[in-house]
T-cell receptor
Framework: AAGVIQSPRHLIKEKRETATLKCYPI?????VYWYQQGPGQDPQFLIS???????DKGSIPDRFSAQQFSDYHSELNMSSLELGDSALYFC????????????FGSGTQLSVL | AQSVAQPEDQVNVAEGNPLTVKCTYS??????LFWYVQYPNRGLQFLLK??????LVKGSYGFEAEFNKSQTSFHLKKPSALVSDSALYFC??????????????FGPGTRLSVLP
């Protein structure tokens, strides 16, 4: 069965650069969530989208933005990268809005040097 | 490869009764084990984790979980359920030795319904 696809798997950037992470939800899933997990930390909720509209916002820095496109894939744009942005970024998807079961991608490991 | 199983899609319990949400895992190294909860219209919230030490871990909202190495289980428990505990619960495992990629694996989730 198709799963949540995240790309790239690994990304290396330098300080002050920009990065774009992509998430492709399971077909027919209309909700996408983004999570950030720093080294030795627990996953922190960043932001979510339902039907291409932002549905919830967590601890997402102002330097980050995200959107959900017409085909329901989502992109997390990160600018002015800082060393502290190095983390594993998870995407999850669900169908029918918040409260449904989440299916998670395998994550994008971002390293900021 | 790491995997997490939550054998029950749905758990129903009456308010005031004890509850258990089951989780088993399969890893190749030493696991860190977690429970997360998702309330309606919210992202995942951390409940508790097992790193090492006492097999019984206490967490937020009166929840606790027992690590059983021989059974590779990490069941979530609460002595007396509240209606407000109704939510989706996710078990997760993280393997310390895996520094890249899929080092944090979630189970499929269990929907807990506490009936008044």
């Amino acid at each position: 069965a198709a799963g949540v696809i995240q790309s790239p798997r690994h990304l290396i950037k330098e300080k002050r650069e920009t990065a774009t992470l992509k998430c492709y939800p399971i077909p027919r899933h209309d909700t996408v969530y983004w999570y950030q997990q720093g080294p030795g930390q627990d996953p922190q909720f960043l932001i979510s989208f339902y039907e291409k509209m932002q549905s919830d916002k967590g601890s997402i820095p102002d330097r980050f933005s995200a959107q959900q496109f017409s085909d329901y894939h989502s992109e997390l744009n990160m600018s002015s990268l800082e060393l502290g942005d190095s983390a594993l970024y998870f995407c999850a998807s669900s169908r029918g809005g918040a409260g449904e079961k989440l299916f998670f991608g395998s994550g994008t490991q971002l390293s900021v040097l | 490869a790491q995997s997490v199983a939550q054998p029950e899609d749905q758990v129903n319990v009456a308010e005031g009764n004890p509850l258990t949400v089951k989780c088993t895992y399969s890893v190749s190294g030493n696991p860190y084990l977690f429970w997360y909860v998702q309330y309606p219209n919210r992202g995942l919230q951390f409940l508790l984790k097992y790193i090492t030490g006492d097999n019984l871990v206490k967490g937020s909202y009166g929840f606790e979980a027992e690590f059983n190495k021989s059974q590779t289980s990490f069941h979530l428990k609460k002595p007396s359920a509240l209606v407000s505990d109704s939510a989706l619960y996710f078990c997760a495992v993280r393997v310390v030795e895996d520094n890249y990629g899929q080092n944090f694996v979630f189970g499929p989730g269990t929907r807990l319904s506490v009936l008044p």
